[in-house]
Nanobody
Framework: VQLVESGGGLVQAGDSLKISCAVS????????MAWYRQAPGAQRELVAQ????????NYASSVQGRFTMSRDSDKNTFYLQMNLLRPEDTAVYHC?????????????WGQGTQVTVAS
């Protein structure tokens, strides 16, 4: 499984940004998709999670109402739409999937994309 992120950049507070994660997989079944972020000196934190089987999405309280996670099955891509961005949203954003093959599940990570929000 390979994950390739795109769409990060430098924006102003209050702006919007959409980041993408293209997923390539052959025999693995994707159980969950997620976005994490890691700010300098901080631990990696879960931002949003989507469960493809149910369509359920969950968000960290800090982004609830501002961020929306979605996916396009035809493009094998999932997204994070970020609105009303704040300086504290500045971080490297990593996409993640939990994928299963032959009863064995493991996590896969993208390389990360930098999101910087200027005040």
């Amino acid at each position: 499984v390979q994950l390739v992120e795109s769409g990060g950049g430098l924006v102003q507070a209050g702006d919007s940004l959409k980041i993408s994660c293209a997923v390539s997989t052959s025999t693995f079944i994707i159980n969950t998709m997620a976005w994490y972020r890691q700010a300098p000196g901080a631990q990696r934190e879960l931002v949003a999670q989507l469960i493809p089987k149910s369509g359920t999405t969950n968000y960290a309280s800090s982004v609830q109402g501002r961020f929306t996670m979605s996916r396009d099955s035809d493009k094998n891509t999932f997204y994070l739409q970020m609105n009303l961005l704040r300086p504290e949203d500045t971080a490297v954003y990593h996409c993640n999937v939990m994928a299963e093959n032959g009863g064995m599940a493991r996590a896969f990570w993208g390389q990360g994309t930098q999101v910087t929000v200027a005040s």
